[in-house]
């Protein structure tokens, strides 16, 4: 069973740094790896989707990563905003086109 | 954003009584999914859809139903209402199945069962 972690749970940080997050999955055997942002009481956002065959996605300020041979994603936020703060969660697209998702990480940007 | 709209975006219900939530695209994607978002655990899969009237059971089926009459229409029934489906409830699409799947997901469905 794939099983996708994500550390850390919550991270603070200054306006204006650079950050980056983590997940982690134990199956290999994946189709694609996506991000998402979800704000407080809403739905969820798609913030990149990186294929098996690729290495790293960018959009804008941020970057996803994926080495599927060792089971990690990063995703890096450049230059951080207060409007960044959301929980960050990663899934992992495998068999019957289900997603596997961490439990996020929460950011908090302080201005 | 995608076309997805979920209703009711809230609903109280009492223990024991039947639930039917909607889901409603107008992205034409063929598949379809529900989630149950819950403190401590994050989203797992309840059921998903690969077509019209093609079902499947996800990680946590037990205790719902759902049907698929149309593309564009996904039911998530609670045929009798129990307090330990108290959750937030999230419908997705996507186009396809394969590598270059994107999901998207509607605002949620907030369930209280009391």
């Known amino acids: 069973k794939q099983e996708v972690t994500q550390i850390p749970a919550a991270l603070s940080v200054p306006e204006g740094e650079n950050l980056v997050l983590n997940c982690s999955f134990t199956?290999?055997?994946?189709?694609?790896l996506q991000w998402f942002r979800q704000d407080p009481g809403k739905g969820l956002t798609s913030l990149l989707l990186?294929?098996?065959?690729?290495r790293e996605q960018t959009s804008g300020r941020l970057n996803a990563s994926l080495d599927k041979s060792s089971g990690r994603s990063t995703l890096y936020i450049a230059a951080s905003q207060p409007g960044d703060s959301a929980t960050y969660l990663c899934?992992?697209?495998?068999?019957?086109?289900?997603?596997?998702f961490g439990k996020g990480t929460k950011l908090s940007v302080i201005p | 954003d995608a076309g997805i709209t979920q209703s009711p975006r809230h609903k109280v219900t009492e223990t024991g009584t039947p639930v039917t939530l909607r889901c409603h695209q107008t992205?034409?994607?063929?598949?379809m999914y529900w989630y149950r978002q819950d403190p401590g655990h994050g989203l797992r899969l309840i059921h998903y859809?690969?077509?019209?009237?093609?079902?499947d059971k996800g990680e946590v089926s037990d205790g719902y139903s759902v049907s698929r009459s149309k593309t564009e229409d996904f039911l998530l029934t609670l045929e009798s209402a129990t307090s330990s489906q108290t959750s937030v409830y999230f419908c997705?699409?996507?186009?396809?199945?394969?590598?270059?799947?994107?999901?998207?997901f509607g605002q949620g469905t907030r369930l209280t069962v009391v």
């Open positions: 997705a699409i996507s186009e396809s199945g394969g590598v270059n799947t994107e999901a998207f």
């Open positions: 199956d290999s055997a994946i189709y694609n």
């Open positions: 990186i294929q098996s065959s690729q």
């Open positions: 899934a992992v697209g495998a068999g019957s086109y289900q997603l596997t």
């Open positions: 992205e034409n994607h063929r598949y």
């Open positions: 859809s690969y077509g019209v009237k093609d079902t």
